[in-house]
């Protein structure tokens, strides 16, 4: 199971971020899972430990509601299996007409399931309110580069952009800032709730919800009024199921319960399932990224503490960079699965650097604790800090009990810090990480696009998704530049200058890079598809 270093950059390099899939002998029994349909396709059961936080896509910015929301919302740019070109979905054309105006037309007669024309004034009002609303755990720092939206008639809307040449607009257009909803069902300043949503039906995607009840089970038919990139789902209907435990997915695998499962089973679980003749392991690494958050106000010495100190600040960032030891982490939690990350940009990505390797611990990639002590004495800091670190076991996986364990054991072992260790579920945790109630906290990222920027622009800039009160208005400016350069060297340095730049500040301690997670039966059509760098997971490309 491990992953050899070389064969992963060049997965990343070619194929971005992917998954493991199971491949399990039987389909599923009971509810949701028989095998009829005119296409042969059936409906298919998808099971995963992922949450959805919100099915409003200006409120939400994590993998558990992008996976479901990419089944049934449109969006104007999308990719096709295989692919993370952005490409027209719902639209029939888009390109830049200047170089500060995108400008997409839509396909004719398109509608939602609720039967209300989708038009350009919808796309408007979709785009307009994730900035509007610019929620804590939505996508709105990804349309930084947005001016204004322009309906311009039923079917054309021109996207004005502050800079010109913006290198990645076109795929942050099939991001989470781009599912396009129904300006008849949604409110214009407040997000909405999931029960009221599926009532008013405001989809358009491969597929519309039958049946929903959050974070347990969703049923799901194939829209017959889809005109996308994605075509018609290769089966009639499809079921996600919600697991609070992985051993219960795993479980579910074994028995033939379900056909396809996702996030996430643990590395202990895959490597279990490797020796069970059912199930068949897929593999496909990627550049799924796990780090510590720092938040600048409320960590120690941070700037609202009662002891503010902006240099011991950095000074505990600093050791805590010194003192973790990724590749024990890497071989013991997780049995290769993961490597060591000494970036914000996973390894194998154009333009990645390893700025971390350098600048901390013994300068190849080991621990150095003598180095830690002495960003303690330099900054004048005396005697043990107490850091409340945070983590989600969930959302993440079990393993990262486990990690944080093994995080939490290498900090005492120091005798710098003492660590209040503490877990919280995804759906408090997602809201809670954004109103300062973490000072030191674990998060993770799935890429929306298969590019570097995509791990800076959301983090970096002003307004960022992590809301951890950082900003640096020369990495600001980089991340800017590099944004609208379209020479691929000249661009590629710049990127290489961002990650050296936030790897001096710590905003973030970058600990593993890694692959997603997923699993399905044998008699399952379809899985290595969903092995492609667009990053999504499309129930409907399987089928039995």
């Known amino acids: 199971m491990a992953m050899n270093k070389k064969a992963l950059q060049g997965a990343i390099a070619f194929a971005g971020i992917s998954a493991f899939a199971l491949t399990a002998c039987t389909g599923p029994s009971g509810g949701g899972g028989t095998s009829t349909g005119s296409a042969g396709g059936g409906t298919i059961t998808y099971g995963t430990t992922d949450k959805v936080v919100t099915l409003d896509p200006a409120g939400s910015y994590d993998a558990g509601s992008f996976m479901l929301m990419n089944q049934i919302y449109p969006f104007l740019m999308n990719s096709k299996p295989g692919s993370a070109e952005a490409s027209p979905d719902i639209a029939e054309s888009a390109s830049f007409t200047s170089p500060t105006e995108y400008t997409v037309k839509l396909k004719p007669g398109l509608k939602f399931a609720n039967g209300h024309a989708l038009t350009s004034s919808d796309v408007k009002f979709s785009i307009d309110r994730v900035v509007k609303i610019a929620d804590p755990n939505g996508p709105a ?15 054309t809307v021109v996207f004005t952009l502050k800079a010109a040449n913006d290198q990645v607009f076109p795929s942050v257009l099939g991001t989470n800032t781009g599912p396009i909803i129904d300006e008849e069902v949604f409110p214009a300043n407040k997000i909405m709730g999931d029960d009221d949503i599926v009532k008013g039906k405001p989809f358009a995607g491969q597929y519309t919800i039958e049946s929903y009840k959050k974070n347990e089970l969703v049923s799901l038919k194939a829209n017959p009024d889809y005109q996308g990139l994605l075509g018609k789902p290769a089966n009639d209907g499809a079921s996600i199921k919600y697991y609070a435990d992985s051993n219960n997915l795993k479980l579910d695998v074994q028995q033939g319960n379900i056909d396809v499962a996702g996030r996430v089973l643990t590395a202990t679980d895959v490597a279990d399932l490797e020796k069970d003749a059912k199930v068949k392991v897929h593999k496909g690494p990627g550049g799924e990224l796990r780090y510590i958050v720092f938040n600048f106000d ?4 941070g700037a609202k503490s009662a002891d503010a100190d902006p240099k011991k600040a950095l000074a505990v960032r600093q050791a805590m960079a010194n003192i973790v030891d990724r590749d024990a982490i890497a071989t013991q939690v997780y049995k290769g699965t993961y490597l060591p990350a000494y970036s914000v940009v996973p390894d ?6 390893q700025p971390l390797k350098e600048m901390y611990g013994d300068g190849n990639g080991k621990p150095d604790v003598e180095k830690a002590k002495k960003a303690f004495a330099d900054a004048g800091i005396s005697g043990t800090v107490t850091i409340k670190l945070q983590y989600n076991p969930d959302h993440y996986g079990k393993s990262s009990g486990d990690e944080y364990a093994m995080i939490k054991e290498q900090l005492e072992k120091s005798g710098l810090f003492k660590v209040e260790l503490q877990s919280t579920e995804w759906v408090t945790y997602s809201k809670a990480r954004t109103a300062d109630a973490y000072p030191v906290y674990q998060l993770g990222w799935f890429p929306d696009y298969s590019d570097a920027d995509n791990y800076l622009t959301p983090f970096f800039i002003p307004g960022n998704f992590l809301k951890n009160h950082y900003e640096n208005p020369s990495v600001t400016d980089i991340i800017k530049k590099e944004l609208v350069t379209a020479d691929k060297t000249e661009r590629e340095k710049l990127l290489g200058d961002a990650q050296s730049a936030v790897a001096k500040d710590l905003s973030t301690l970058p600990l593993l890079q890694g692959a997603q997670l997923m699993v399905a039966g044998a008699d399952v059509k379809g899985v290595e598809r969903t092995l492609d760098p667009s ?4 129930l409907g490309v399987i089928s039995k």
């Open 298 to 301: 409320t960590m120690p010495f």
């Open 348 to 353: 194998g990505l154009p333009g990645a650097a």
């Open 535 to 538: 990053f999504k997971t499309r």
């Open 141 to 155: 720092s990804l349309l930084s580069n947005l001016k204004s939206v322009a309906a311009k008639d039923d079917s």
